[in-house]
């Protein structure tokens, strides 16, 4: 698909950055709850913070101060405030450390933070009964059940298409989503005709590579379309 005139030539999305209260909390809960990966950080910063590395995205966190204040946000969560999204995945769905890096990609271990003591929680999917993980959006709920922490649930209809989404805050309130989004197929608007030269063209939509498989599903499910009933 060739690139929209004017348009700039991006690639994908790299990586976000958030302006954190405390960084341990912060870097514990993407580390340890989300299963992000901490990487190396440029040393020639002057001002605290911690990268972090998984799900094909980087999260950048700071340590506020008095130039980078946090933003003060409701502690009630709200489905429609601004958030970040992640697709459920499991055990067997490439979500290890390798994966997350990248094929053949070397990054030296880095020491964890508070490595001498404090707290951490278990990573999402550990620790949950064998049975819960047959659906592991129900393995997240029941991870974050035992964990104590408060969150909402969510389904959206799109015909016969069901998505599931889990909110919940990170210890600033920022919001995270966790969903299976992926059943639902991403289809441009009024995109019909490309749809149907082939779904080598789908890979061609944003700048991120897309599978072939997620390809065949966007094509057939654009021909067949979907019902008008949305949202629960």
């Known amino acids: 698909m ?16 958030l302006v954190c209260k405390d960084l ?9 709850l989300l299963g992000f990966e901490e990487v190396r950080r440029p040393q020639s910063f002057d001002f605290e913070g911690s990268w972090l590395f998984g799900c094909g ?17 409701p502690s009630a969560i709200n489905p429609k405030a601004d958030h970040l999204s992640f697709q459920v995945g499991g055990r067997g769905d490439g979500v290890g450390r390798a994966s997350r890096l990248g094929s053949g990609v070397s990054v030296p ?21 064998a049975a819960a993980q047959s659906d592991h959006l129900e ?6 059940e035992a964990l104590g922490m408060h969150y909402e649930r969510q389904r959206v209809r799109e015909g016969t298409i069901v998505v599931s989404q889990v909110f919940l805050h990170d210890p600033d309130h920022n919001m995270i989503e966790i969903c299976n989004c992926d059943c639902l197929p991403v289809v441009p608007l009024g ?9 080598g063209h789908a890979a061609g939509l944003g700048g991120c590579a897309a599978t072939a498989s997620a390809a065949d599903r966007f094509c057939v499910d654009a021909r067949s379309g979907f019902g008008a009933d949305m949202g629960e």
């Open 139 to 144: 393995a997240v709920v029941a991870l974050l």
């Open 57 to 73: 995205v980087g999260i950048h966190l700071i340590r506020g101060d008095q130039s980078s204040q946090v933003v003060e946000r």
């Open 191 to 199: 995109a019909s005709p490309w749809l149907q030269r082939g779904p």
């Open 109 to 129: 271990r880095v020491p964890p933070r508070g490595a001498g003591g404090g707290t951490s929680v278990p990573s999402l999917l550990i620790g949950v009964p």
């Open 24 to 32: 341990d909390k912060s870097v514990a809960f993407y580390r340890d």
């Open 2 to 17: 060739a690139l929209r005139q004017g348009a700039l030539p991006l690639k994908c999305l790299n990586h976000v950055s």
